[in-house]
């Protein structure tokens, strides 16, 4: 058993909206929780603080996480996002960067199938989070490069994926 699951919970697993409230909240991250099976919260990552919801879908066994890096674009960049979604969408395993339709707003996006019972294990929920954060990370710099450095999508990929060699 890992420290968190020794310190925060008791169960192994628990229904999906609460399992995420006791994540966030043993992390020290601001939660809502709202009576129509929604988590909110917010973590700081490595660009940007980034807004975190977690929908249940009960009927479906479906807890869709959604991870929304705070980009907003224009009409005018609308066009060369789209094509850079499509690259970076290429390049992951689970989940999808997408674009919010109202309000233009870019997110991250992964449904999870929960089985059984419909519960959520801890190291579930954890790496649910854990992906969400690390691909909004992983990809800040090349949606920057499009939206305020007017790069092209390929040349903006390219140059978020170069990894430094050492420490500074």
Wanted: charged share 25%.
């Amino acid at each position: 058993m890992n420290p968190l699951q020794e310190t925060y919970f008791e169960e192994e697993s628990a229904a999906p909206v609460e399992m995420l409230a006791a994540l966030f909240e043993a992390r020290g991250w601001p939660c809502e929780v709202t009576p129509h099976g929604e988590v909110t919260s917010e973590v700081q990552g490595s660009w940007s603080k980034y807004q975190l919801r977690g929908i249940w879908r009960p009927e479906d066994k479906v807890l869709q996480l959604m991870c929304f890096p705070g980009l907003h674009l224009s009409e005018t960049k609308r066009a060369t996002t789209y094509e850079l979604l499509s690259l970076i969408n290429e390049q992951i395993w689970l989940g999808h960067f997408d674009i919010w339709s109202s309000g233009d707003v870019l997110l991250y996006r992964h449904g999870a199938m929960i089985g059984g019972e419909g519960m959520l294990s801890l190291d579930h929920a954890q790496a649910v989070v854990e992906t969400a954060i690390d691909e909004c990370d992983r990809f800040y710099p090349a949606f920057q490069f499009v939206l305020w450095g007017d790069k092209d999508p390929r040349d903006a990929l390219t140059s978020a994926m170069v990894d430094a060699a050492g420490e500074a």
